[in-house]
Structures are given as C-alpha cells and as structure tokens.
C-alpha cells in the first residue's frame, strides 16, 4: 500500500498546484498556460492513481485512460456524469498540443473550474476506496501466488500492460511492499522474453487479471548472484532455500513433460546466494 499511498499523495498536490491557479478570475496569458498546464499534470496524476488502484484493489488491467475511467465508472467509483465529464477532459487534455490557436486556449481555460471539482471528486472517491483497505492484512495477488507456489501452479497475469505466464519462486517484502521474485518462461514484457525465459522481479501492487494453471514447474539455474528482489523472505519454492524464509515449502513430487528449450522443470529451485536477501533497486522489465 506504500506506494498507492505514494500516488495518492503525488495526486493530491498536483492537484493543490491547479487550485491556486483555478480560482483566478482572471488570468494573464502565462497564467492561463501554465494553469493548462497544471490540469494537464493533474489528470495524468489522477487516472494513473486510479489505474493503480483498480489492480490493487480488483485486478483489473487499464490500459488507458479511458479504459480506466470505464472501470471506475462500473465499479461506482465515478458516476456516470463525472465519468463523462473525465472522458472529455481527457479529450482537452489531447487539444493542449494545439494551444497555439488561441481559441483552444480560450476553451479549455473556460472549463477550468469544473475540470478541477472533477478531479477533487475523483481523487475523494480513490481515497475512500483506498481506506476501505488499510487494515493489515495480504493482498489478494500475494494469496493467489502463494497458492500458486504450494500447489506449484503457473501463474497468468498481467503486468506493465503485458500480458506475462510465470511460476513463483520467492514471496516477501521489501519496504513494506509486496513482491515476488518469478521465472517467467512466455508471453511478453517491455523488454522482451528471451527464448527459454528470464528471472522477473514483481511489485505485486502492479500484478492485475492473475489466474492459476496446471503445468510444468519452470526455473533456471541462470542466477549467480543473491537476489536483490526480495528483502524479507516470507516464502522460498526451494525447500533448501539460503534466504531463511519465514515458512519453507516441502519439495512436491516432479511433474511428467519436458520444459522448454532454455528452462528448466525442477522441483528443487536451486540459486546460489548468501543466507539473506541482499536489499536493493531492481530495474522493471
């Protein structure tokens, strides 16, 4: 929850910079840019908190803007009048490239006010969602892949708007963030999936449309240094694990097939490292 706490904040002051230039009566020509401006940043700030929230809290993948607002909208996060309201501010929002004529300017200055009781209303609603779900506890994705990894299910999901197919292998936190160090043997990612697959480092909070599936257990045996995923080890697919998991998994009985070409099928997950999770920065992929 740290970081959709993070976007809430971010959001929040965004939004505090547009009211300072909202409420002018009248404006000069910089003020009116910069309020554009403004109200540009604010709505980014504003539906990429929502679509955090709508993977967080319901594991639904938006991809867009207005893919984002439609999910609000029939989760009752929006009304129907607001989330047409925000369809068209996105629609202005578009126009701002073309600001040059001076009637476009005109226009959107003109809408200004409304944009930004829009927003106060979007942001209102995010954070009630929001606290609904402060109360300690796992999140839903961390339950499905811990699941996934007792019962040794691939897992499909969504993430970074690709669609990804993975198995589990280590589950924990790092600065009190949910996370899963994964080998991810097809599908896609920003990066590309290399022919036999890659390891993969999840912010769970991220993770949308997550379903489980029979099949092969896939790994690699390509780590050779400690993981720098996972701070706090909660669980470890490898029953010998060197992190000191909270809990550990006994090893299951081999699955029947042959894994592809690049990765391996194995029961055992064997990574070299020292005793704990070294703690650090991983770049997404």
């Given amino acids: 929850m740290e970081r959709l706490e993070r976007r809430l904040s971010e959001a929040a002051a965004a939004l505090a910079k547009l009211d300072e230039l909202a409420g002018i009566s009248k404006r000069s020509l910089v003020e009116r840019d910069s309020a554009v401006l403004r109200?540009?940043?604010t709505y980014e700030a504003v539906w990429k908190t929502c679509q955090k929230l709508l993977a967080a809290l319901e594991n639904l993948s938006a991809a867009s803007p207005n893919a984002t607002i439609r999910a609000a909208r029939s989760l009752?996060?929006?009304?129907?009048e607001d989330a047409r309201a925000a369809i068209k501010l996105g629609e202005e929002r578009n126009l701002a490239v073309h600001m040059y004529r001076?009637?476009?300017g005109q226009q959107?200055?003109?809408?200004?006010?409304?944009?930004a009781a829009l927003l106060h209303r979007w942001l209102d609603a995010l954070r009630q969602r929001a606290a609904k779900t402060e109360e300690p506890g796992l999140s839903q994705n961390y339950r499905l892949f811990e699941q996934a990894m007792i019962e040794r299910k691939q897992i499909l999901c969504m993430y970074d708007s690709y669609h990804r197919?993975?198995?589990p292998i280590i589950l924990g936190h790092s600065q009190g963030e949910e996370k899963a160090l994964t080998f991810q043997f097809s599908g896609d990612s920003r990066s590309g999936l290399p022919r036999g697959g890659e390891w993969r480092c999840l912010f769970l909070s991220d993770v949308s449309e997550v379903q489980l599936r029979k099949g092969?257990?896939?790994?690699?045996?390509?780590?050779?240094q400690p993981s720098r995923c996972v701070e706090i080890v909660d669980l470890d697919a490898n029953p010998d694990s060197p992190y000191d998991p909270k809990r550990r998994l006994s090893a299951p009985p081999p699955t029947p097939g042959t894994a592809s070409r690049g990765a391996k099928r194995d029961s055992t997950v064997r990574r070299p490292g020292r005793k704990k999770a070294?703690?650090?920065p991983t770049r997404r992929k």
Avoid: K
């Avoid at 959107?108 to 944009?115: F, G, K, Q, R, Y």
């Avoid at 092969?216 to 050779?224: G, I, S």
């Fill in 39 to 41: 109200l540009i940043f």
């Fill in 76 to 80: 009752g996060w929006l009304s129907d």
């Fill in 102 to 104: 001076d009637e476009v």
């Fill in 108 to 115: 959107i200055e003109e809408h200004l006010a409304a944009h």
């Fill in 165 to 167: 197919e993975l198995c």
């Fill in 216 to 224: 092969r257990w896939y790994t690699a045996d390509t780590h050779t």
């Fill in 278 to 280: 070294a703690v650090g």
